[in-house]
């Protein structure tokens, strides 16, 4: 419970590297998670120093190419989003914003902040996750058991993380550095390092539902 209560998106990070055998400790954890007949389903890439540099100045070079995400970007949320999802997608960029001091209509701001999604944060190890084609919705849920363990394991180590989807806009750069076979599809990176604890972006926390939005409890006296 406390690694779950511990656990928050971290988006900015330490100048501090990150061991290999700390990072394997937490992988092989990772690989723990459950999985509907043990498919293990996921892939993962992982990134650092030199060649964590080399595929950032890829990404900086398809972001002059192609602004606004790179030919044929899966969505990363539904299209019309529904209440009660829409309020609380807004809530948490208005919490987000705030807490660096950025107005509503700063957009400029606000695309500043977003495009560090492209740069880990800062981070220096990146995570990248793929799954085989073949993969239905149940075995996609099980590699986000396997993203959350992951996360919680770097939790306990004294190491912070944020999932990212943003990448999904840069799939083709993404697929193309790391080699990732046709016949995967690439999901979401995952920035991982020592959190900054003086940034103020690290310091807020985000806001959940509570249970009787979200649980249908029948049979309880
Ligand atoms: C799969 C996944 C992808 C996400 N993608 C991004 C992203 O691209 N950029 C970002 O800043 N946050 C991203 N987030 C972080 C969410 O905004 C965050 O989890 C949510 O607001 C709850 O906040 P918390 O993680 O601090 O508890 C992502 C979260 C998940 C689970």
Redesign the pocket.
Known sequence: MSAIKD???V?AFLDKPVPKSLLEDILKMAQQSPSGGNLQPWHVYVTAGADRAAFLEKVQASIKAAPMGEPDSPD?YPPKLKEPYKARRAQ?GYD?YSALGIPKDDKMAGIKQ?MK?FEF?GAPIGIFFAIDKTMGRPQWSHM?MY?QSLMLAAVERGLGT??????MLRHQTVREHFEIPQEMDV???LALGYPDPDHPINNY??QRASLDEVVTFRGFK
Not at 162 to 167: F, I, K, M, N, T
């Open positions: 656990r928050f998106s988006r990363i948490c987000m977003v999604n944060f986000g993203i944020c999932p990212q989807e943003a990448w999901y979401c990176g926390r985000t």
